[in-house]
């Protein structure tokens, strides 16, 4: 057999055995590549989460082995080398860093029925800023590719469960999926499966039609079972796009497990956990960014483009439902009260029942407001 014996000069041949080809090696020169650093994801490159980077002691007079940051974490969950300042509280400001995404991707809701695999980001909470928070309409928008809405429902409420009367329960969930069905609405809760969150879930299953966008925005430090949710450094695992997500277990106090029937989930972080409310400035932010990107024209004579339409729907709920459906109203958004479901609802149902209606007129627009009066406040008090 005739082959180019690498050894010999060039141009030239000989022959060499076939038994022998085995052993002839080529010898290449080591190329000197120039360092590579790891390819990041889209979400890597755009979104951030927030790590504890300083211990604070809380409360300072701990004598425990192993005592507790003010940031819900203890001192071993701590990177060994983190600094201890104990000069003020813990504030997530002064005492945490911003760090690449590392939680996001698929849902798998092991231990419940349903092949539904939602998707799920946790984010720093700084994206509450109203520029930082484009970038989560853009996660909306070209990753996660959902169908622009043309109304966006926020449901808001008690979180902990309670007792609504089946009827009037059977027609919430009704009224529900028809106001999505005849507007292609999103809806928006705080996510979790307790409350008025599951409600809203249970409605969803039940709707046999196309797929809705129910979109959950809780707090990460509150989930069960969030540690299941974090990418490993590792090669093989950093790939990793679906995650088991076991619900069986009762979740512990401050803690709450990822409702199934939602189709997608954001996590805000401050770097603490068990600390409820860490997502409220965070979801009126996304709720006004979508209001202000989803933009309609509805043929207003003067041809200027409105907001796209929002109602927020108040069931049960406590003082904080309150709050948020005074700072809905003050935003020029209707708030829609189910009376029947108890605690704040209720009360503002009542106080609506017993308030008197005046035309108001602000320049050119006349609208019709509702006042109070005197003799309830008294009865509030």
Request: hydrophobic share 30%.
């Amino acid at each position: 057999m005739t082959k180019i014996d690498p050894g010999s000069k060039e141009g030239t041949e000989r022959v060499v055995p076939a038994d022998s080809l085995s052993t002839v090696k080529m010898r290449l020169p080591k190329l000197n590549r120039p360092h590579q650093r790891p390819v990041k994801t889209w979400i890597e490159e755009h979104l951030k989460v927030r790590e504890c980077s300083v211990f604070v002691k809380t409360p300072p007079n701990q004598e425990t082995q192993d005592p507790k940051c003010g940031c819900g974490y203890t001192r071993s969950q701590h990177p060994p080398d983190t600094p201890t300042d104990s000069s003020k509280s813990w504030d997530y400001n002064f005492h945490t860093k911003l760090i690449d995404c590392n939680s996001y991707g698929r849902l798998n809701f092991s231990d419940e029925d349903g092949n539904q695999q939602p998707q799920f980001v946790k984010v720093a909470v700084d994206y509450e800023d109203s520029e930082k928070v484009k970038t989560v309409i853009k996660l909306f928008e070209s990753r996660w590719s959902l169908p622009a809405p043309n109304l966006l429902i926020s449901v808001t409420g008690g979180a902990k469960d309670f007792h609504v009367l089946p009827e009037l329960l059977a027609e919430f969930k009704r009224g529900l999926m028809k106001a999505v069905k005849s507007t292609n609405a999103w809806v928006i809760t705080g996510g979790t499966n307790t409350g008025v969150m599951k409600l809203v879930g249970e409605a969803v299953r039940g709707y046999s039609g196309s797929n809705v966008t129910a979109i959950g925005i809780a707090s990460w430090g509150i989930i069960k079972n969030k540690e299941q949710l974090l990418r490993s450094s590792k090669k093989k695992e950093k790939k990793k796009l679906v995650f088991d997500y076991p619900t069986k277990a009762s979740p512990a106090a401050f803690e709450a497990y990822m409702d199934p029937n939602h189709s997608h989930f954001l996590l805000v972080d401050d770097g603490s956990q068990k600390k409820y409310g860490r997502e409220i400035a965070m979801r009126g932010a996304v709720e006004a960014a979508i209001c202000n990107h989803y933009q309609d024209n509805y043929n207003i004579p003067d041809g200027d483009m409105c907001r796209l339409p929002m109602i927020c729907i108040l069931v049960e709920g406590g003082p904080n439902s309150i709050s948020t459906c005074v700072a809905t109203i003050r935003n020029g958004n209707p708030v829609l009260v189910l009376q029947g479901s108890g605690r704040s609802a209720d009360i503002i149902a009542k106080a609506y029942s017993y308030s008197t209606c005046a035309v108001v007129y602000e320049g050119n627009r006349e609208t019709k407001q509702r006042t109070l009066p005197d003799e309830y406040w008294t009865m509030l008090k």
